[in-house]
C-alpha cells in the first residue's frame, strides 16, 4: 500500500508548458517497474485465489460419491476428462453449486452404479471456457500497458507539434466578421464613428477613393483613455464591413526567445493577404510599439525585433493591399515615432470620455434591455455621472438591475439608480458607525467640506452627504458640476483647495488642534489640494514667479528616458515654488477656518440633521444653508433699525 502513493501523484501530475524533453528519474522508473510487476501478478492472483477458496468448499471425495450413489442421492452428474473432475448434482439441489468430485484415471466402477440407479451423467469439457477467461485475465494487465504506451506517444506528439507551432500567430481569426456589434450599438463618440465609416466605405465599395485617386490610411490607431469604447468601436467595424476579421493583443506577439513575436507577426500579415481585404484589429498595441533603445538596464531585444517586424509589413517593400490595421491604447505618449509616421499609422482617432450628450445616448444603448421604471429619468443620470465612461454607465445600470433583482422589484427604481452610483463612485456600503465620538467627528469634517464647498462662489454644488461607510471611507461628501469643466479658471482652482481644506479646518475650530485626525489622508485630500496647489504654481503659472512651466505633465521616470535627467529649474526657483505652495494652501485654509467659525450655529445643526439622518441629499442640504442665510439677513436687518 505504501507504493501507490508515489505512483498515482505521478500518473496525474500535469505537465509543464514549453518542456518538450523531460528527463526520467531513477525513482520514476522504479515506480513503473513497481506497476509493471503488480500488473503480472495479476492474473495469477485473480485466476486462483477465488478457484482454491470455492473448491476447498464444495469438494467431497470419490468414495463419498459411490455412497451417495447406492444411496440414490444423485440426480446428474457431469464428468470433465480434461480437469479429471466432476460436477455432482444432488436429488432436489436448485439454487446451491453443485459438489466437486476429484477422479481417477479410469472410474469403470462409478460408470455402472450411475448406470444402475439411472442417474443422468455425461462428459463436458472446459478448455475453452478456461482459455477465454484465461485471455480475459491477460488483457487486465495488458491493456494498461498498452493504454500507457499511447499516453507517451501522445504526449511527445503533443511536445513536437506546440514546438512546430510556436512561431504561428494567435490571432483569433473569422472569416465572416460576425461580431454582433454595430455602429447603432456604439454611442457617445460620434466623431470617432464618422472618422472610421471611411474605412468600413472602403472596404464595401474601394472604386470610390480610387477613382478620384485616394488613398484610404493604412493604419488607424485608436486613442483614449479605458473603457471608452475602442475594443468595442474595432468589433462594430469589422461587424459593418462584413469582411474577414483577424484580431490579437499586443502581448500576444512578445515571448520569452528572440525572433517568435517576428515570425508571428510574418504569420499573421501572410494570412491576411491571403483573405484580403480584410482587417486586423491589435489591442493594447504599447505593449508590442514601445519606444525602442529605450530601458533601463538595456532593452529588450525580442520586442524590439517583433516591433521592427511589424513596421516593415506596414510599410514595407510589399504592398498589403486591402489589409486595414486598427490599433488601440491608451499610452500613446510611449509608442515608437517610426509607427505613427504616415503610411503606418497615417490617421489617429480620438475616443475620449463622453459629454452629457454623449452619456444620455449611451444609457440609452444599455437601458434597451432592461426593465426601467417610467419615473426615471435618463437625463439625470447623465448630468449626475459627469467623467464616466461607457463602461463606467454600463456597469452603473447593470449593478441597480442587480440591486432590483436583489430586492426583487419588477422594474428598477431611481432608489437603485442612486445607490448603484454610490457603489460605482465610492464602493460597498459598509456598517453604519454607533452614536459616539467617533462618528460626530467624522460628521463635523463631513459637514465642513460640504459647507465650505456649498459657500464658496465658484466651487461645484454639492450631491449628498453621507455618515455611511463606503470601501475605506467613513463619511463621504458628493459635489457634481453643473456643466462640464474643460477649462478651470484660478478662482475655481483655489475654491477646490478650500473646500478640501474644510473637513479639518471645521475639526481644529470644533475640537481644537490637538484633536485634529488623519481622515484627509484617508481619503487623499490632503494630497489632492497640494497637487492643485502645485500645479498652479509649475505648470500653469499662475503665482507671482511668472508664467512659466517649471514641470511638464508627464515627469515620471518612463523606461529611463527621465531616468539621469536635470532638473528643470535652479534650487533658488524650487525653494520659491515650495515657499508659494505653503502660501496657496495656508490662505486657503485660512479661509476654510474663517467660513467654519462665521457659519458655527448652521455646522452645529447640519451635523445633528446628518447624524440623526446619515444622509443628506444636495437639495435638503442647500435649502438648510439658504434658510440659514435669509434667517441671518433679517437678523442684521432688524438690528439696523434704531429703536
Keep these: 500500500m505504501q507504493q501507490r502513493s508515489p505512483i498515482i501523484k505521478s500518473t496525474t501530475a500535469k ?28 492474473p495469477n492472483i485473480v485466476g486462483g485465489t477465488p478457484a482454491l477458496a470455492q473448491r ?62 439411472n442417474v443422468e451423467f455425461g462428459e463436458v469439457s472446459s478448455a475453452n471456457s478456461r482459455a477465454a477467461v484465461g485471455l480475459l485475465i ?77 488613398r484610404i490610411p493604412k493604419g488607424v490607431l485608436l486613442v483614449g483613455p479605458p473603457g471608452t469604447g475602442k475594443t468595442l468601436l474595432a468589433k462594430a467595424i469589422a461587424g459593418e464591413a ?39 484589429f491589435i489591442d493594447e498595441i504599447d505593449a508590442v510599439g514601445r519606444q525602442r533603445g529605450a530601458g533601463i538596464g538595456g532593452g529588450n531585444d525580442e520586442r524590439e525585433q517583433t516591433l521592427n517586424q511589424l513596421l516593415t509589413e506596414m510599410d514595407g517593400f510589399e504592398g498589403n493591399t486591402g489589409i486595414i490595421i486598427i490599433a488601440a491604447t491608451n499610452r500613446p505618449d510611449v509608442l515608437d515615432a517610426a ?42 443620470i447623465a448630468r449626475r455621472t459627469p467623467g464616466f465612461t461607457g463602461a463606467d454607465l454600463a456597469n452603473l445600470l447593470n449593478e441597480a438591475a442587480i440591486l432590483t433583482a436583489r430586492r426583487r422589484k419588477e422594474a428598477i427604481t431611481i432608489l437603485e439608480i442612486n445607490d448603484a452610483v454610490d457603489r460605482v463612485v465610492a464602493g460597498m456600503e459598509g456598517t453604519p458607525l454607533v452614536d459616539s465620538k467617533i462618528k460626530r467627528l467624522i460628521g ?53 483647495i478650500t473646500a478640501v481644506l474644510g473637513g479639518r479646518a471645521a475639526e481644529e475650530v470644533i475640537f481644537g488642534l490637538p484633536e485634529v485626525t488623519g481622515g484627509m489622508r484617508e481619503n487623499r485630500k490632503l494630497e489632492y489640494a497640494t497637487s492643485i496647489a502645485r500645479q498652479m504654481v509649475t505648470q500653469y503659472g499662475m503665482s507671482e514667479i511668472g508664467q512659466f512651466s517649471l514641470e511638464s505633465p508627464n515627469s515620471e ?7 539621469m535627467s536635470k532638473s528643470e529649474y535652479s534650487e533658488e526657483i524650487a525653494a520659491k515654488i515650495d515657499r508659494k505652495v505653503r502660501e496657496i494652501l495656508s490662505q486657503c485654509y485660512d479661509t476654510a477656518k474663517g467660513l467654519i467659525q462665521e457659519n458655527r450655529t448652521l455646522v452645529d445643526h447640519l451635523v445633528e440633521i446628518l447624524i440623526e439622518q446619515e444622509t443628506i441629499d444636495g437639495e435638503q442640504f442647500r435649502q438648510i444653508v439658504a434658510e440659514h442665510q435669509d434667517k441671518q439677513v433679517t437678523d442684521a436687518a432688524t438690528l439696523a433699525v434704531p429703536n
Design 557 to 563: 521616470v518612463f523606461l529611463g528616458r527621465d531616468w
Design 138 to 214: 491477460n488483457l487486465m494487465w495488458i491493456l494498461p500497458l498498452v493504454a500507457l504506451m499511447f499516453l507517451f506517444l501522445r504526449r511527445s506528439t503533443n511536445a513536437s507539434s506546440q514546438a512546430m507551432n510556436f512561431g504561428k500567430s494567435k490571432a483569433r481569426f473569422q472569416m465572416e466578421a460576425k461580431t454582433g456589434v454595430k455602429f447603432d450599438d456604439v454611442a457617445g463618440v460620434e466623431e470617432a464613428k464618422e472618422e472610421l465609416q471611411e474605412v468600413v466605405t472602403f472596404l464595401k465599395q474601394p472604386e470610390r477613393f480610387t477613382a478620384v485617386g485616394a
Design 56 to 117: 476447498a468448499e464444495r469438494e467431497i471425495s470419490y468414495g463419498e460419491l459411490i455412497r451417495r450413489t447406492e444411496k440414490g442421492e444423485v440426480q446428474k452428474v457431469e464428468l470433465d476428462e480434461t480437469e479429471q473432475t466432476a460436477k455432482v448434482y444432488l436429488q432436489g439441489q436448485k439454487d446451491t453449486p453443485p459438489l466437486q468430485v476429484r477422479l481417477l484415471n479410469q472410474n469403470p466402477e462409478l460408470i455402472n452404479k450411475l448406470k444402475a440407479k
Design 339 to 380: 509607427l505613427l509616421r504616415p503610411g503606418r499609422f497615417d490617421r489617429q482617432v480620438i475616443v475620449d470620455a463622453p459629454d452629457l450628450k454623449g452619456r444620455l445616448e449611451i444609457l440609452q444603448v444599455h437601458a434597451r434591455n432592461k426593465k426601467i421604471d417610467e419615473s426615471v429619468s435618463l437625463d439625470a
Design 242 to 280: 462584413s469582411v474577414p476579421f483577424f484580431s490579437i493583443s499586443g502581448s500576444e506577439f512578445v515571448e520569452m526567445f528572440v525572433g517568435v513575436g517576428a515570425s508571428r507577426v510574418r504569420d499573421l500579415f501572410k494570412k491576411a493577404k491571403e483573405n484580403a481585404p480584410c482587417l486586423i
Design 444 to 496: 463635523y469634517h463631513e459637514i465642513g467640506y460640504a459647507i465650505v464647498g456649498t459657500l464658496l462662489k465658484n466651487h461645484d454644488p454639492v450631491q449628498k452627504v453621507s455618515l455611511i461607510p463606503r470601501g475605506q471611507s467613513r463619511g463621504l461628501t458628493w459635489f457634481t458640476p453643473d456643466e462640464e469643466h474643460f477649462l478651470m479658471s484660478r478662482s475655481q482652482l483655489l475654491a477646490r
Design 15 to 42: 505537465p509543464e508548458l514549453g518542456k518538450t524533453n523531460q528527463k526520467r528519474t531513477p525513482k520514476t522508473v522504479a515506480w513503473s517497474g513497481a506497476l509493471i510487476a503488480s500488473l503480472m501478478m495479476l
